[in-house]
């Protein structure tokens, strides 16, 4: 007869896994299960508190569907989602940020200097630069799908008055590895907070605000995929990311130093002076 | 501006915290994701290892609902619910174990000695025995809410043969503290595996079996509630309870040593020799 004390209890749990197949399994599970244990009992967590917690994750469930899942929020702003792409993020290499629920498959393509400003409203920015290897090397052929929120902070799925795939595009490099678009300034967003999360970040006096941003997905063939966000400096919510997305490398400096040069060949004749950054995405070679 | 690295995430997300009202709030909050974080960390936690974790919990959020919480199933297997037991087990006091997913408010009261083999087919048993304080004195008044699973393992919500309400009542001790039943021998069942825990136990090369066992609520005016169940020695699950619940000091030994004087002023007459157990339950007071 087995007699589960406190003290066996967490390598009883640990050995029961031990019949699994797969190694990288058994280290997952034994360490989650370790690191569970840990909590409940550093904290003497009563049964009030563990009904507390299973209540929490019975809502996310009930909140979750097709379009929005509470669990990568949960993760989101637990720092969680950004601590597993810090993690893997290369020596060399643009580092990773949040990919964010708004991504689609399916953007249309855009030619080098294409334009996505079209009709929208707010302050036009030229982002351009290259897709280098990690020897600085510019990689042709490299793919960018590209999203971000218009000037009032929402994605063309939650505003009706934006046209499907509004400011979104995929971009392929050229040999010189350059690419480059026009665009409009996005505005910052809360994560969603009428649910579970927001419960938790009411209670922990946080608020819902991420800096504005722009979504990047950078693959090529023979390099690792890169999904990240780059930032505008000057955003008032970059020192308290509701998601802990921003790094010093993914903070651009908007300037307002656009000239007339800058445009020729681009689909889109900005007017000087227009908002103009830069910035090269470096990607770690699939070793 | 916050430049988040691997390396101050964890103080930042547990820092963006700090403004919670409940002190109690705040340090539950600082080891989650003190543990979430190191668990990521020494697992060096992939994208596509994540995002099955994410899964894992929307598919969880999926199958449950008023008659099943996947959750707590998850809890159980990980031997989370039972640490917690067995945190909150008192010195002195009767060991806490799991409630299970089968508890129902409203169960028939019955007098002292009264009779639930009814119908039902299986191997009776008297189980009886006293409510003691923590110094051993009885206690009057005190109330077991008390169910359990049929020979066949099924409980009455599971098993359309059997009538509502089979199988489980309340009960009240006397100025003696004294309890006693009559009722059949439970047989071992199977936690619910056609769900993601399910998935998660045939990964883990473990089965969803539990020991039989009778679950017990014992409560008093001025003593901390217990919740319980008690196990019957001998049982090919009792090593390996899949939520791990068996405890050496609720582990019964069934003797078939009952005799015509043990049923005296019991409600049904049972025919020696049949099972009797004893068993003495402790509760903590509430200082």
Chains 1, 2 share one sequence.
Not at 52 to 81: M, P, Q, T, W
Not at 96 to 118: C, N, Q
Not at 173 to 189: C, Q
Request: overall charge negative.
């Amino acid at each position: 007869m087995r007699d589960i004390t406190r003290d066996n209890i967490t390598a009883a749990v640990i050995a029961s896994f031990g019949g699994a197949h797969d190694e990288r399994f058994r280290l997952i599970v034994s360490r989650l299960v370790h690191h569970l244990h840990e909590f409940s009992r550093e904290t003497a967590l009563t049964h009030e508190e563990w009904r507390a917690g299973i209540d929490f994750l019975y809502r996310a469930g009930k909140i979750s569907d097709d379009g929005r899942n509470e669990f990568v929020l949960i993760s989101d702003v637990l720092g969680l989602s950004s601590l597993v792409d810090l993690l893997q993020t290369s020596a060399g290499a643009t580092d990773h940020s949040a990919l964010g629920p708004f991504h689609a498959a399916g953007s249309p393509a855009l030619p080098v200097g294409g334009d996505l400003v079209r009709n929208n409203a707010g302050e036009p920015v030229l982002i351009r630069g290259r897709v280098l290897d990690d020897a600085g090397a510019p990689v042709s052929g490299a793919t960018l799908d590209f999203w971000h929120a218009a000037a009032n902070g929402l994605y063309w799925q939650q505003d009706p008055a934006q046209d499907k795939h509004n400011l979104r595009c995929t971009m392929t490099t050229g040999v010189d590895g350059r690419y480059a678009f026009t665009t409009v300034r996005p505005g910052p967003y809360t994560v969603p907070y009428d649910g579970p999360v927001g419960d938790l970040l009411r209670a922990g006096g946080r608020h819902a605000w991420r800096p504005a941003h722009f979504h990047f997905i950078v693959a090529a063939a023979g390099h690792l995929p890169l999904t990240t966000e780059l930032f505008c400096a000057g955003d008032e919510y970059l020192e308290q990311d509701a998601v802990f997305g921003v790094r010093a490398g993914l903070v651009l400096e908007l300037k307002k130093n656009g000239n007339a040069e800058d445009v020729r060949g681009l689909e889109r004749d900005l007017e000087p002076p227009f908002y103009r950054v830069e910035f090269d995405f470096r990607l770690k070679r699939d070793a």
